[in-house]
């Protein structure tokens, strides 16, 4: 591998994995309330549905704005790796959207947002490269 040929960060790789991961069941959850007009998670965990219901929306209504926000994060992912500020973005804001999708998405949503908060993240976001652990980095 050439010198300057920096890696992906194992932050970086764990955010797709998790992105793909909550995306997809947003993504799901909400396509199936849109298809069988209920949704797929228990109602006893969606504490989000009274907010829904405050802004004069039934819970039925936010199905669509479930599956543009798990396809939202699984884009965002892709605009992380490409080194795009706007992935970085998008994976904020949906994240601490889908912290109210309690349960499995809350325990995702907080472990994108800490891989998101990590420096190297941020490093890997500037074009920065940190150097592998034990190698020292000679500077000319």
């Not at 050439?2 to 960060?9: D, G, K, L, Y």
């Not at 405050?54 to 669509?64: E, M």
């Not at 976001?125 to 652990?133: H, I, Q, T």
């Amino acid at each position: 591998m050439p010198q300057h040929a920096a890696r992906t960060p194992l932050s970086i790789r764990l955010f797709f994995v998790a992105s793909w991961l909550l995306g997809g069941l947003l993504t799901f959850d909400g396509l199936h309330q849109r298809l069988w007009n209920a949704y797929w998670s228990p109602s006893s965990l969606m504490w989000w549905t009274t907010v829904a219901e405050a802004w004069g929306l039934s819970p039925l209504d936010v199905g669509f704005p479930f599956v543009v926000a798990g396809l939202s994060l699984i884009g965002a992912s892709f605009g992380l790796y490409l080194r795009r500020d706007w992935g970085w973005n998008v994976g904020l804001l949906v994240s601490i959207l889908a912290l109210g999708y309690v349960a499995l998405g809350t325990s995702l949503a907080i472990f994108c947002l800490a891989l998101l908060a990590l420096p190297g993240t941020r490093a890997y976001l500037r074009g920065k490269s940190e150097p592998a652990e034990g190698r020292l980095e000679v500077r000319k």
